[in-house]
């Protein structure tokens, strides 16, 4: 499993370096204005991304092993593209008749962009779980990282060609999502390949009914997360909403990263263990898996709260600056609450087979984050937006852990959780004493410094076993020098 992890990694930095560098570049050629108006456009993919589109890669990644099992790979696969195209159809008639009734002649370019963007970027999240539940890691990480890569590059490409507008920016997304749709171009054409067999009715039904609870819990969770997006927006302005959005992206895209990297490399195996060995070793796989997930994103969150200052300082626009330090702090705490709730706790029903059960956390969440929005945002602004999500992300994990008992025996990692909390304590005070400049050096030096602590803490304490690896990776160096150095001298006389 560690190898799987580790293997994921540059489908992990070069994206959160991407996102960075994005905050860095945008925040400086875009008005707050103008990536408020990007960000709720954004918003709004993400949220039907996420509340129609993900279901069909989960489910995908549910049934494959059993579709292999069957010898109906291509059929299943055939089966789950279909499903993407219905799906896609109703989204292009459904927004394309909003966007002609309600938007003006002004917004209409953007919007149309934007259901590309949707259409091209859901293409992608499908192909990559495919590639994801075939262990073709190679792949994954290419298809990821030049994703990230053309995203940034062609949006600073079109707004230094077409002007400073999120126009810009949301074309060369879909440039980027297009090329890498293309990549696996084979799979994307499954449902239209000549002398196929056809495909079970029956088994597109169980895809159906797999995936609308699916649908339902996923549009809950996306409006826990972005309902203060739209209520910012009318609110308080797009200037507002383009603050927030700011020192929301400086937080959760490296920390969802991070998450997703992971996931993708442990939530196969639990499913793999549950078919093979029953729920008892699924739940203490299931365990395993979020151990390893708490020790990167406790620090991770920890650490991102303590650096606010410097990031604030160094990677973002003078108009963004000041507002964006004060919420960091607050958005590090949803993002650990957040990244507990999906990548861990929502296991338990994606295991079980009762994606439905998580409709009853995130709805009451998602219902009481909006009626604290609408009550304090005129007053408080983002502050007060910040502070709701946290509070109602907070609650949803102890919901969800709950309820989660009663669906899928996971064994928590309850040692683990005691052995981070008291290794991140160094960490922060470490971060909270010592004051660094405000500068690029400053913030690399802080980094550092938290990563070295929490490091040498977490191997003392032994943190999901890092002090037993980091002695086993210990002996093997003399080993692989030994092995390296011979292989040297055997070159060296192959020359002579």
Known sequence: MLRQIVGYIPSTVVPAIASFAMIYIYTRLLTPAEFGGFSLVFSVILLVQASLFFAVPLALMRFYKQAVEQQRKVQFLGECYTLFY????????LIGAAVVFFANAGSTVLWALAVLVLLTRSAVILNQSVNRVSFQMRRYNIIECLHAALGLGLGSLFIYLLGSTAEAVVLGLLVASTVCALADHELLLLPFQRGRQ???????GRLIRFSLPLVVMDTTVCLLALSDRFLLSTLAGAEALGVYTVAYNLVERPTALICTAMTAATFPIAVQVVEDHGPDAGGRQAGRNAS???????PGCVGLGFVAPYMAAVMIGDHFRLGVAALIPIMSATALFRGISTHAVDHAFHLAGRPALGVLIYAPAAAINIILNLIFIPKYGVVAAAWAGLGCQAAAVVAGCSLGRCAFPISWPVRDIFKIAI???????????????????GLLYAVSSGAVVFSASAVLLDVAGMRSLTLKLALRVPAVIHVALQRCVVRLADLR
Request: positive net charge.
């Open 292 to 298: 390893f997930l708490l020790a990167v994103l406790i």
């Open 198 to 204: 056809p495909f079970d009715t029956r088994a597109i």
């Open 423 to 441: 290794a991140v304590v160094p960490l922060a005070l470490t971060l909270n004493l010592v004051k660094f400049s405000l500068s690029w050096s």
């Open 86 to 93: 219905l799906l896609s159809g109703s989204i292009v008639i």
